[in-house]
């Protein structure tokens, strides 16, 4: 076997913030062999990003050793970054440029000139299927079509090794095949090594070899195959027979010996601790037949390992309430859909982001909205939480008209942004008492309210911890706490889930199907095509319009062709439809 494109040895890298000492890269070791794509795996604060800039040369490390192409990352840190290609999750592009003239100037940063200037960008803007764009301002292009212009940028000189971090996040998912392939057809014809940092674990999937981060350690490093292998026997299906597909997930969640269930199409997705577990579960399937089939013995999943690695490596990682303490409080709650969206219009100048959208909500359901950036999925969001005045058309929230009392309507909902709307230099006692305060609760109810949420939340260890100091679970935790303080009937959620791992992930979506169970009205928006699996319907937003909206079984069958079909697959057979309608 050749030498490695990139040899870690015992790496350890910390960052000192407010005098707080974290340790991003935890004794790593670890190579990256060349000639293919190396998947890097593991949620926000992982250490992802950090390594990638450790192998740039742009980090050192607080010790131990990092080479690249035969280079020490230290010494040799100008030498590396005139030989690698690195793409970080934010690549500058020049968005008042146009597609060509961003070419141009990277090629000028690179030093490439000459005759195969010219090829070179032929080749590049074919490769990506921008040839007919070039003329096109960036700023003017969809969000997928932004990525393969900032991965041709970076490829305008041919690179050993390309290190690209989390490119697909954002983009739908037709987007992140065309990225997929593109990278894929690099590494075949032109000899490239890559390494691709990815939230997505179908992704990760994917890729020759993985390394699996968390809290900045490395849990595995092996080919997919290597680490599914040992779950077999232990993953199974269960046919849902009813109707209520969140119920009969809790139910055989709770069987023993179950390390992980979910909804997936019309089953629940099992991961056992052992095989012997399968006895359990027949028995429970048998007494709840009129819900559930018999277990079904399936091929374990990459997700699947990734689940098992994280319980093994967390064996006391908390569950989340299968009811909420309190019921909420559905104030204004009228007759009919509790939100209802008619001819919804909003434009940006000339441009118009949201093209006429109908669609209703009804009391307790969970509606997800989905679509790649810039679709109007956000904008539509915005304005449904009375962030954003419309320019056309019904938003009607608990019967409240968006377009002459947003101020009332905000008053009424709980709203927990992408971002987390934390103040992160207070306490999480001190954003309990200040978001409880802002919703207009008096000193007894606050008092309550932030006890339960403390309760609840299992936030008793971390009161006099300040925001930015807690690990990204309990951030997420700590966001929707403040978001239902006063206990709301309708919930925003803008990607709650963004950057987390799976089982937090499974953790937050079971306390939303509590409150969707208690009566909560749930809107949230999402990337990940297999939480809209979590909704009781969808809506797909593409191009400022409603492209498809139904149940996730219906859009399955309706797009994907059947039932069993995925949410990703149909997804791309609709946008390919309606590409394919503009087009003629």
């Not at 340790?23 to 190396?38: M, P, V």
Request: charged letters at 20%; a neutral charge; aromatic letters at 6%.
């Amino acid at each position: 076997m050749s030498e490695p494109v990139v040899q870690l040895d015992d790496v350890v890298r910390s960052f000192t913030e407010g005098g707080r000492r974290t340790c991003a890269l935890d004794h790593l070791t670890a190579a990256i062999e060349g000639g293919r794509i190396t998947g890097l795996v593991g949620p926000d604060g992982a250490g992802k990003t950090t390594l990638m800039r450790l192998i740039t040369g742009l980090l050192p490390p607080d010790s131990g050793s990092v080479t690249v192409l035969g280079l020490d990352s230290v010494r040799d840190a100008q030498a590396i970054q005139s030989k690698i290609a690195y793409m970080p999750q934010r690549f500058g592009l020049y968005e008042d440029l146009s597609v060509i003239e961003n070419l141009d100037l990277y090629a000028d940063l690179q030093g490439l000139a000459g005759a195969g200037r010219k090829a070179r960008f032929e080749r590049l803007l074919t490769f990506a299927g921008l040839t007919p764009f070039t003329r096109r301002l960036a700023g003017r292009l969809s969000g997928g079509m932004k990525q393969k212009l900032g991965l041709v940028c970076t490829l305008v000189r041919p690179p050993p090794l390309l290190l690209l971090d989390e490119p697909s996040v954002g983009v739908d998912p037709v987007s992140r095949r065309e990225l997929w392939q593109m990278v894929a057809d690099l590494v075949t014809k032109e000899g490239i090594s890559v390494l691709w940092s990815t939230a997505y674990l179908d992704e990760a999937a994917r890729c020759e070899h993985v390394l699996l981060l968390s809290g900045g350690r490395l849990l595995a490093a092996d080919t997919p195959a290597a680490l599914t292998g040992p779950l077999a026997g232990r993953v199974f299906a269960l046919a849902l027979a009813g109707a209520d597909k969140r119920a009969a997930a809790a139910l055989v969640r709770a069987v023993p010996g179950v390390l992980d269930a979910v909804i997936k199409g019309r089953a629940v997705h099992v991961l056992l601790e052992a095989p012997e577990g399968a006895e359990a579960l027949t028995r429970v399937a048998a007494e709840h037949a009129d819900s559930l089939a018999p277990p079904k013995a399936i091929e374990p999943g990459f997700e699947d390992a990734f689940i098992a690695l994280l319980r093994a490596d967390r064996p006391a990682a908390p569950s989340a309430p299968a009811a909420v303490s309190e019921p909420p409080v559905v104030t204004g709650k009228t007759d009919g859909p509790v939100i209802r969206v008619a001819g919804l219009r909003r434009r940006f100048g000339t441009f118009e982001a949201v093209a006429g959208i109908d669609f209703t909500v009804s009391a307790g359901e969970i509606f997800g909205l989905l679509g790649p950036n810039g679709a109007g999925k956000s904008t539509t969001f915005r304005m449904l939480c009375g962030l954003l005045p419309p320019s056309d058309g019904t938003a009607l929230v608990m019967g409240i008209d968006l377009r002459r009392a947003a101020a009332v309507a905000r008053g009424r909902v709980g709203y927990m942004a992408q971002k987390f709307s934390l103040y992160g230099n207070m306490s999480v006692a001190q954003n309990l008492d200040f978001f409880a305060r802002v919703y207009g609760l008096a000193a007894a109810e606050r008092r309550r309210a932030i006890a339960a949420a403390i309760d609840d939340f299992a936030l008793a260890e971390h009161v006099d911890l300040a925001a930015e100091t807690l690990p990204l679970g309990f951030k997420q935790r700590l966001a929707l706490a403040c978001a239902i303080m006063h206990r709301p009937g309708v919930l925003f959620l803008d990607e709650p889930t963004s950057g987390v791992d799976p089982l937090v992930r499974r953790e937050f979506w079971s306390r939303i199907n509590a409150m969707a169970t208690a009566g909560v009205t749930v809107m949230v928006t999402t990337h990940f095509m297999e939480e809209a699996e979590y909704c009781d319907r969808i809506g797909i937003i593409y191009r400022g319009r409603l492209a498809a909206s139904g149940t996730p079984d219906k859009i399955r069958l309706t797009y994907g062709g059947s039932e069993d079909a995925t949410l990703d697959d149909a997804f791309v057979t609709l946008i390919e439809q309606i590409e394919r309608k503009a087009a003629a």
